[in-house]
């Protein structure tokens, strides 16, 4: 096992360490773009709240394995290509998840008149269905792009090996870089949106990458030496440290993100419209307040 490096995770003040082996990290992109085609399948069969979640989920996880590979896998047939077509899919679900979490906060927590609820939701729930008309089109098209056998018998050599470490390391850095700078700030302002947003998506792409370099249970069962190693090294250990607490901030960044999707909806909707919907606004303004004092509170804790 080839050792990648130590990585601090943000303001935690603890190193973990993590290990790159190119035969585990090739098996986890081949997975990705397989996952990818079977969450497609489900999607066009049926785009549920759960089934859009698991096509970006997959088309996430496409994303970080794309930008970690090096060129000789890049310029593959047809992979350039799915994995455009993947984050125009992405984005037209993106929008499709936004505008179901607004219609949440509004039916649950908006606290307004059963009027004033549907001259709001009218226009969402219109939106909505041409989106997810537009989704499965795009998703369409890209089920109809075949990628097949990048991560040959031959993928592994020297030079991948190290063009795909030393690429994955750089992208590692840089991501956990932009999150310890930006951490401090975000939490000393609760006005930065954008900034927190940028914290938030910062923390999916490094939890995806560094999902690249773990062991899948797939992967145990078919290599007795993994296990016979992972008894004595415990290579999994570490990176599902830092996986957990990726994962917590995350959802916590998200919960927030979402009050600040309903707050901009409600604002513009407010001033085009000329809505009093004051109430509204302070009441999810609040609700979004105690939510950013609580990941404040988080993160101050990890730091004693």
Do not use: W
Request: hydrophobic fraction near 35%; include cysteine.
């Amino acid at each position: 096992m080839i050792q990648i490096a130590s990585i601090h995770i943000c303001i935690r003040l603890e190193y973990y360490y993590i290990q790159y082996n190119p035969e585990v990290y090739i098996n986890n992109c081949a997975r990705n773009f397989d996952r990818v085609y079977i969450k497609l399948a489900k999607y066009l069969h049926d785009p549920t709240k759960e089934n859009t979640h698991q096509m970006r989920t997959s088309l996430r996880r496409l994303e970080a394995t794309y930008r970690s590979s090096p060129r000789e896998i890049l310029k593959k047939k047809n992979v350039k290509a799915f994995v455009h077509r993947g984050k125009k899919l992405f984005r037209i679900n993106s929008r499709i998840r936004d505008i179901d979490i607004i219609l949440e906060k509004l039916t649950n927590e908006g606290k307004m008149g059963a009027l004033e609820l549907e001259l709001i939701e009218s226009p969402l729930k219109h939106e909505r269905q041409d989106k997810l008309k537009e989704a499965k089109i795009a998703a369409f098209r890209l089920e109809k792009i075949i990628v097949s056998n990048i991560y040959g018998p031959n993928t592994i050599n020297t030079k991948f090996k190290y063009k795909s470490r030393k690429r994955i390391l750089k992208i590692i850095r840089k991501l956990k870089t932009n999150m310890d700078s930006q951490i401090p700030a975000v939490i000393s302002d609760k006005s930065k949106v954008s900034e927190l947003h940028q914290v938030r998506k910062d923390t999916k792409k490094l939890r995806y990458v560094i999902e690249l370099l773990l062991i899948s249970k797939e992967y145990e069962e078919k290599d007795n030496r993994v296990r016979q190693t992972d008894v004595v090294n415990p290579i999994n250990k570490d990176i599902r440290r830092i996986l957990a607490y990726l994962e917590k901030l995350q959802d916590i960044l998200g919960d927030i993100h979402d009050y600040d999707i309903t707050l901009e909806y409600l604002k513009k909707k407010q001033k085009a419209d000329k809505l009093i919907i004051t109430n509204t606004i302070t009441n999810i303004q609040n609700i979004r307040n105690t939510k950013f004092d609580q990941f404040v509170d988080y993160i101050r804790s990890l730091t004693l």
